[in-house]
């Protein structure tokens, strides 16, 4: 991974007193595919417009590649491509004649239609109407147009939303070889933790407007430790005792939940049982990448 290409400092928006993003310092590192996660209407598509300069912040700055948005917005675009919401097209055009429309505008050379065709693996369909491609076709048509211009950043904001498989699949695998065959940086919003933790090198998740995580996909996966989760008669007397065990957990709905201490389990027994307390019930139940961000968000009692 190289230098920090993305960084915003206290970034806040605020309207009539609702504040969807609020001190958020996020960091993509340059060669990442950075996926930033939270339900919907946590914020994200109002930070992704605030990195594009689309919205204005309400205070906290945008830097990327070392320049501030806000005062050399045209430089930093030049370097970027995006797709905000739903890809823009012609559908009464075909796939090549939408790439030459928006070539044309951007003044660059006719073979990096080719090029970003060949990328998102259209070349086949090139002369069809666009009108008649699917769902997947339309959102690689989408990212196609984002890479005409060659970005150093490509900037994805819930691209498989409303795909069936078949189209998620190809929009990951799309993604998966941009940095390491491309060169290029992406940074990709979602709402589904199962479909990040196939791509994303980096994470950032956000909910009601506030940074609650940010670190590599495997520092992530090392908070999903199991859950030890025991029954006894006394639970609050017998967590005491297994803190002075330097053992600690909660009391969930009467049983004792203990996170990271799953090789104890025996010697958490023998020291409740020595103790005069009687366990009904042990087990270890695993905590998945989902529980984790369902915990950080706030979500989990609502699903």
Not at 7 to 30: C, D, R, S, W, Y
Not at 188 to 217: C, D, P, R, W
Not at 241 to 256: A, D, M, P, R, Y
């Amino acid at each position: 991974m190289g230098n920090v290409i993305v960084k915003t400092n206290n970034l806040t928006k605020q309207f009539k007193g609702i504040k969807p993003v609020q001190n958020l310092n996020l960091q993509v590192q340059e060669g990442s595919v950075y996926g930033f996660l939270g339900p919907n209407g946590a914020g994200k598509t109002t930070t992704i417009r605030m990195l594009l300069g689309l919205m204005r912040p309400t205070q906290g700055e945008v830097l990327v590649f070392g320049k501030n948005i806000k005062e050399e917005k045209i430089e930093i675009l030049k370097r970027v491509g995006s797709l905000v919401e739903s890809p823009s097209y012609y559908r009464n055009l075909t796939g090549f004649e939408n790439l030459e429309v928006t070539r044309k505008l951007l003044g660059i050379k006719r073979q990096e239609i080719d090029r970003v065709l060949k990328i998102v693996r259209l070349k086949d369909v090139a002369d069809r109407l666009v009108k008649n491609y699917s769902l997947g076709m339309k959102q690689r048509l989408g990212i196609a147009l984002a890479l005409l211009n060659n970005p150093d950043l490509l900037i994805l904001d819930e691209p498989t939303n409303g795909l069936d498989p078949s189209g998620i699949h190809e929009i990951r695998e799309l993604i998966n070889k941009l940095p390491n065959e491309y060169g290029i940086t992406v940074l990709i919003s979602s709402h589904n933790l199962s479909e990040i933790e196939l791509i994303a090198t980096h994470v950032g998740i956000i909910g009601n407007g506030k940074l609650l995580f940010q670190g590599t996909i495997k520092e992530l996966q090392a908070r999903s430790q199991p859950v030890l989760k025991l029954r006894t008669n006394e639970p609050k007397k017998a967590l005491n005792i297994l803190n002075k065990e330097n053992i600690f957990g909660s009391i969930v709905e009467k049983n004792i939940e203990i996170i990271g201490h799953e090789e104890n389990a025996a010697f958490i027994n023998k020291i409740i049982v020595n103790s005069g307390y009687d366990v009904s019930q042990l087990c270890l139940q695993p905590r998945s990448l989902e529980d984790i961000f369902l915990e950080l968000t706030g979500t989990k009692e609502t699903l």
